[in-house]
Structures are given as structure tokens and as C-alpha cells.
């Protein structure tokens, strides 16, 4: 772990201090909350489809939680803007990972991909192929 690791930490913090997208969208396409209750992490993310109903046009999140959450959000809401809702179903936790560049615990994965889960099962909501109020990592 050398000058790569410390620069992706730097990125992270970065994210953390000053949140890309972050705020509320008004008339958004979707809107989707969800929790991490380990770790306190709560987000809310607003999504705007394009009139195909399928490209991401604009996202944004809102929320409060740990620096990996919220810097995780960050990034994942500049790297889905311009992708269809199908590909951000094929999201996993290795892209959430890769977004942010470092190992973590696998305690702090939750907090990682709370926002993707969200937005994925705000989708998933939007299509009427789920019914819940809100997402947790705990499921």
C-alpha cells in the first residue's frame, strides 16, 4: 500500500468533503431511501430518466453517514449518469470497489454499496418488479 493507496484515500476524502451531485432533484423519474443500520449510513437517491425510460440522465443522493458511504455515493452518481437502468442493474460490489479505488473491511463493504443498492432497487420499484419502503444492507 504505497502511493496509489494513499492517493485513492485522498479521492475518497475529497468525495467526502465535497459531495458530487449531492442535494435533491425536483420531479424526479424515481426517488428510493435506504440504510445501513451497522453503521448509521442513511442515503436518498433522486434519478431522472431520459423520455426512453432508460438512460440515467441526472442522479443525485441525500443523506448523512460514514466518509466511505457518502464519498462512495459520490462517485457512483458521476459514474451512472449517461448509463441505462439496465446496466446500473448489473452493478455489483466489485464496481462499487473499484470505484473507490482501496481495500476495505468487510464491515465497511455495507457502507460501499448502500448507495447503488439504493438506486437499484429504486429501479427495480420504478418497473414494478419490487415492493419496499425503503432498502437495507441488512437484508
Not at 22 to 45: K, L, Q, R, W
Not at 51 to 72: K, L, N, P
Request: include cysteine; hydrophobic fraction near 35%; charge should be negative.
Amino acid at each position: 500500500m504505497g502511493t496509489g493507496s494513499d492517493m485513492y484515500r485522498q479521492q475518497i476524502l475529497e468525495h467526502y468533503r465535497n459531495p458530487r451531485n449531492y442535494g435533491e432533484i425536483e420531479d424526479p423519474s424515481f426517488t428510493h431511501e435506504g440504510e445501513n443500520p451497522m453503521c448509521g449510513d442513511e442515503i436518498a437517491v433522486d434519478v431522472v430518466l431520459a423520455d426512453d425510460d432508460e438512460t440515467i440522465e441526472q442522479v443525485a443522493f441525500r443523506g448523512d453517514g460514514c466518509a466511505i458511504s457518502q464519498a462512495s455515493a459520490s462517485m457512483f452518481t458521476e459514474h451512472v449518469q449517461g448509463k441505462t437502468v439496465d446496466e446500473l442493474m448489473e452493478l455489483d460490489r466489485d464496481d462499487a470497489m473499484d470505484l473507490l479505488g482501496v481495500d476495505i473491511s468487510p464491515m465497511r463493504v455495507k457502507c460501499a454499496v448502500l448507495a447503488e443498492k439504493v438506486a437499484q432497487d429504486g429501479a427495480k420499484i420504478h418497473r414494478g418488479e419490487l415492493d419496499v419502503d425503503k432498502t437495507t444492507t441488512e437484508d
